[in-house]
């Protein structure tokens, strides 16, 4: 049944893919992309057999990747080998480009910069999609000015904001994933669109292997996307067949990107099951990070050579570990973790209002040689574990970078409603 979509009229149809309007599902649309490579505004152009499944692999890997990071985007599911599903949007006409490395027209437009030229921070650029005039760079005065209005959703400085931000925050996300394959993200470029239901801007369109430049092992002549085509003398089969190995190359690699490393876990020891509530809420902000996380009831008072053997169950087996110790009153147990093992210990008391301005010193004052670190917040704590697994975990730090975008986001979208409702 999955497969026989009722497909409407066609929305629109571009170089390398159409869209169809789904009948029997309201507010979306498939995305069918076509075997066709472009370069060049379309002045170089050629059929490339299975170009449409490896470019429809590589888009629904990439979106996936980044909706398990928590960014908001258009894509619901991939739908056949060539096609998937996603929200129906009205597209903002800009192309959002944000580069690493200096390369590419970046150097034309910018003569006496060397090519391999790092960008810290990115470097944002936008162009209005013209292809009369070949897509020219704008300011985001002129973005701002032309006030585009889509779905009802006038385009000003706020979503200008958003998408800014968004753009780096995706940027960063997959530069991330792709330094685990040893590959360097040197540039890419997106498109935003404003879902048609919701109102709200979402990254849209797709993601592909002509949206960014690849350099594996940050060596130019290794390039794996786009450009090996728009650099090619002539157009021959032979040369065809190396355009479309490497586009097969990084469709299978971005799928490797969304395998998990299974990174580490948490093991929160609470002195009682009377803390079981807190501890509950470590638990469960772990679990938002896809981090494992295990209770286990000790009192390092009471029976500190259990809490000992409890802990050496957690060494042995070479899982990257984060203790966390939960203890009201005097916390012992924290403390005689952390001067017992190797691996990060963070207390995270749960305190009460009659004694937790003197309880909370006994997490904070430790005998030397301990290093373990007090977080009073549950959920804190487990953002803190996170971010220590988020150093060699790559998904758990692009859910990381991807929270922090939301959070501005919610705020600048907080001061916009809060401005209109004064005015």
Known sequence: PESHLK????LNEGKTKQIFELLDQPGLVLVQSKDQITAGNAAR??????????ANKTTSC??????ESGIKTAFVKQHSDTAFIAAQCEMIPIEWVCRRVATGSFLKRNPGVKEGYRFTPLKMEMFFKDDA?????????QVLETKFSLAGLTIGQCEVDIMNRSTVAIFEILEKAWATQNCTLVDMKIEFGVNVKT???????????????????GDRSQQKDKQVYRDLKEVTPEAMQMVKRNFEWVSERVELLLHSRASGRVVVL???TSDMAHCEKIRKACSSFGIP???RVTSAHKGPDETLRIKAEYEGDGIPTVFVAVAGRSNGLGPVMSGNTAYPVINCPPLTPDWGAQDVWSSLRMPSGLGCSTILSPEAAAQFAAQVFGLTDHQVWCKLRASMLNTWVSLKL????LQACSL
Request: aromatic share 6%.
């Open 270 to 272: 609470m002195g009682s």
């Open 62 to 67: 990439v979106f996936k990747l980044l909706q």
């Open 414 to 417: 907080a001061d916009k409603k």
């Open 133 to 141: 005039n070949n897509d020219p760079q704008w300011s985001e005065e």
């Open 199 to 217: 109102q709200e801007v979402v990254l849209a369109d797709v993601i592909d292997n002509d949206s960014w430049r690849l350099w594996p092992s």
């Open 7 to 10: 497909i409407g009229k066609k």
């Open 45 to 54: 152009k050629d059929q490339m057999e299975g170009k449409a499944a490896i």
């Open 293 to 295: 996380c295990v209770l």
